[in-house]
Structures are given as structure tokens and as C-alpha cells.
């Protein structure tokens, strides 16, 4: 049985940090890329980052330089590093695992998805 367990989410105030970590069973993680996407209310679900089997790493316009994307193949867990968080960045936030090949952007590029942890930055 596949699972995809996200944690790290929280409360915090704006210009604060926060580490997701998407912990996964029941797959090869070293052979899946690693995606992350998140969804604020009323609107759609958005990508964020994506890492590849690699360490190469993708990151939405909206988040560069603020968020890092890391993998421990050993842990079989993938993690977000989000720093200098905005209100605006106040979302559910979804990890997904998929094929290293697939469009980093494109949910359909990924197999597997987690229940999502909430993140809410406070101005």
C-alpha cells in the first residue's frame, strides 16, 4: 500500500519558516521525483517545487529563492524548506511522487498523492 504522509505545517507569522516533510511507504522513493503542490481556498491547486531522482530541483516563479526542495533517499522522505513566508503563501500543501520523466508542472506527470498539511503565515 502506497502512502504519502505529509507533516511540518503550522501557524506562522509572515517572514517566518517552516519545514514540510512528505514521508512516503510502499514505493522505490529513490526512483521517483518528488513534487509539491498547494491549494489556498477558492482557488486551485498550484505546483510549487519538484525535485528528480537526481536532486535536480524546479521551483514555482512565486516561491524561488524562498523555498529548497531536498530528498533523504535512506528515509524515503522528501522535504520543503520555506522560508520568508508571505500571508499569500497560506495554503493546504500536497507532496506527489511520480516517474522522473514526467513535466515537472503537470499533476497528471504524478502517480501519487498525499492527504496535504496546512500552512497559515499571519501578517
Known amino acids: 500500500q502506497v502512502q504519502l504522509v505529509e507533516s511540518g505545517g503550522g501557524l506562522v507569522q509572515a517572514g517566518g519558516s517552516l519545514r514540510l516533510s512528505c514521508a512516503t511507504s510502499?514505493?522505490?522513493?529513490?526512483?521517483?521525483?518528488m513534487g509539491w503542490y498547494r491549494q489556498a481556498p477558492g482557488k486551485q491547486r498550484e505546483w510549487v517545487a519538484r525535485?528528480?531522482?537526481?536532486?535536480?530541483?524546479n521551483y514555482a516563479e512565486s516561491v524561488k529563492g524562498r523555498f529548497t526542495n531536498s530528498r533523504d533517499n535512506a528515509k524515503s522522505t522528501a522535504y520543503l524548506q520555506m522560508t520568508s513566508l508571505k500571508p499569500e503563501d497560506t495554503a493546504v500543501y500536497y507532496c506527489?511522487?511520480?516517474?522522473?520523466?514526467?513535466?515537472?508542472?503537470?499533476?497528471?506527470?504524478?502517480?501519487?498523492w498525499g492527504q496535504g498539511t496546512q500552512v497559515t503565515v499571519s501578517s
Open positions: 506527489a511522487a511520480g516517474p522522473n520523466y514526467g513535466d515537472y508542472d503537470n499533476p497528471h506527470s504524478y502517480e501519487y
Open positions: 525535485i528528480t531522482v537526481g536532486s535536480v530541483t
Open positions: 510502499g514505493i522505490i522513493f529513490s526512483m521517483k521525483a
